[in-house]
């Protein structure tokens, strides 16, 4: 795969069958990509990837023992996808924390918030909002 600058070559191997756990590749399993991001600490799966054709290369995302494959371009496609922080994690008990979300792919909004908790108590629909903490189960929902 180019970067710009340079190729970037990765390399799978096949399931060694003298291993308890599986460790690669069946032969002709889908080769599942993702993405990491530092910035929100998440995972994306790669839901576009097309390769270069050419006679001898692999071009169907499957493994196959001494096979190539050549990337041309590989995309994760995201529409939506929030990053929610806590001032504090873990908290104690009685300490405050503030909870907050930041767009990391979307449309810019408007957005309505809606924090809760359980047990009942935190409910609020704004941004950025704190409460003591009294237990650690938060549900998140955001409605575009």
Not at 49 to 55: E, F, K, M, N, P
Not at 95 to 120: M, R
């Amino acid at each position: 795969m180019w970067t710009g600058t340079e190729n970037v070559m990765i390399t799978l191997f096949g399931d060694d069958n003298m291993t308890p756990e599986k460790d690669g590749f069946d032969f002709g399993e889908l080769i599942e990509f993702r993405f990491f991001s530092s910035t929100n600490s998440k995972e994306y799966f790669v839901s576009i990837a097309s390769y270069h054709v050419q006679l001898g290369y692999v071009t169907n995302g499957r493994w196959y023992p001494l096979s190539l494959s050549m990337f041309m371009d590989m995309k994760a496609v995201c529409a939506f996808d929030f990053y929610i922080q806590a001032s504090e994690n873990p908290t104690c008990i009685g300490n405050q924390v503030t909870l907050s979300a930041e767009e990391f792919v979307g449309t810019g909004g408007p957005y309505t918030y809606s924090w809760s908790s359980i047990p009942e108590g935190f409910n609020y629909n704004i941004k950025k909002s704190s409460t003591n903490y009294f237990k650690c189960y938060y549900r998140f929902f955001f409605l575009p």
